[in-house]
């Protein structure tokens, strides 16, 4: 006699938070001795070849309150546009840079600040180079899967103009949407790069 067949539901689904500050970052969530400091939240060393720079910004849902739990990470090249690895095969990378951040946004405003260097030029799948960048991961409670998008420099128009994954992008006036705007901090350069969730100024993100 068959017997009957047992099937198991589809687990229900889940966002990134909250416990996503525990795993990540557990001195910032108030538990110590887990690491000496919270992975990717070591400043830029005093050996690391490039421009000092910082980049700030607030994540924006779609009524246009900025998120006050979400947590980011940056990725970039180097000054020279190696990325830092082993999958890199064009030179070797700045030893005293991993390319690699982690932060979360400030829990009153909001607010997240990177203080990096700038990347230099890397090639695209096609040979051609793409403007300098730097590449966001942004999760946050009510976001399922983590958001992609990139940061580009508004004080670098003719890559910019020559980019070719903005040039991709079918809706022109949403290229604004990935270009930071710079300002300074004493000496240093700082760019402004907001990210809306959704609404009339949604961010391009991107299906990588």
Sequence with gaps: MAQPLSRLKETPSQTAGPYVHIGATPNFAGIG???????????????????????????FDGAG?????????IWQADANGLHAGHGEHRGVADEYFNG??????????GLY????????????????????????????????VGLHTRLY???????????????????RHRVATLIAARGEQGDVPCYRFDIHLQGDNETVFLDI
């Design 33 to 59: 001795a887990v690491y000496p400091s919270d992975l990717g939240s070591l400043p830029v060393s005093p050996k690391t070849q490039g421009e000092r720079i910082i980049l700030t910004g607030q994540v």
């Design 113 to 144: 600040r990177f203080e990096t260097i700038k990347p230099g030029q890397v090639p695209f799948a096609d040979g051609r180079m793409m403007a300098p960048h730097v590449s966001f991961w942004i999760v946050a409670r009510g976001i399922n």
């Design 100 to 109: 690699w951040m982690r932060q979360p946004v400030d829990g009153t405003t």
């Design 153 to 171: 420099f508004g004080d670098e128009e003719p890559a910019n103009a020559a980019d070719p994954l903005l040039a991709r992008i079918e809706l």
């Design 65 to 73: 309150v900025p998120l006050r739990d979400a947590l980011i990470e």
